[in-house]
């Protein structure tokens, strides 16, 4: 019964903070930065090749934002046909993992 309790106590903070809910590893984004540093750039810096555009610096961004923006190109609340399909194909996961990533370079 009280484990039962815990258990949706945990639930309903999980719901609450969904950008808390899966724990970012910044290690796991260096197999999936492939799919990024084309446009964003090595180390989260701006470029772009091979027609310049500027791409938004990734970078010591906050992992919240970082993963509320790829959630908002998912969800088409964003619209930027190249974003929105690279993070369509992203899990949770993924974004965490790359939040992680890209918060940390400097
Ligand atoms: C084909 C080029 C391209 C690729 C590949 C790409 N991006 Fe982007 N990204 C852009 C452009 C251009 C923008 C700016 C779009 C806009 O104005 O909304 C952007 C915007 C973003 C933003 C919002 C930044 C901000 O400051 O608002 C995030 C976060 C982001 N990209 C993450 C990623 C991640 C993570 C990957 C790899 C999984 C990725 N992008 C792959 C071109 C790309």
């Known amino acids: 019964m ?3 309790y815990l258990g949706c106590a945990l639930a309903l903070a999980v719901a609450v903070l969904p950008a808390r809910a ?3 590893d910044a290690e796991a984004a260096k197999g999936k930065i492939s799919m990024c540093i084309g446009c ?3 180390d989260g810096y ?3 090749f091979p027609e310049v555009y500027p791409v938004p610096k990734l970078g010591g961004q906050y992992p919240e934002y ?3 923006a790829l959630q908002a ?3 088409g609340e964003r619209s930027h046909p190249t974003m929105q399909g690279v993070a369509g ?3 949770e996961q ?3 993992d790359l939040a992680a990533y890209y918060s940390a370079a400097r």
């Open 40 to 42: 964003h750039g090595i």
């Open 73 to 75: 190109y998912k969800a």
């Open 2 to 4: 009280q484990g039962r």
């Open 94 to 96: 993924d974004m965490a």
């Open 89 to 91: 194909g992203l899990s």
């Open 22 to 24: 899966v724990e970012g």
């Open 46 to 48: 701006r470029t772009s």
């Open 66 to 68: 970082i993963i509320a």
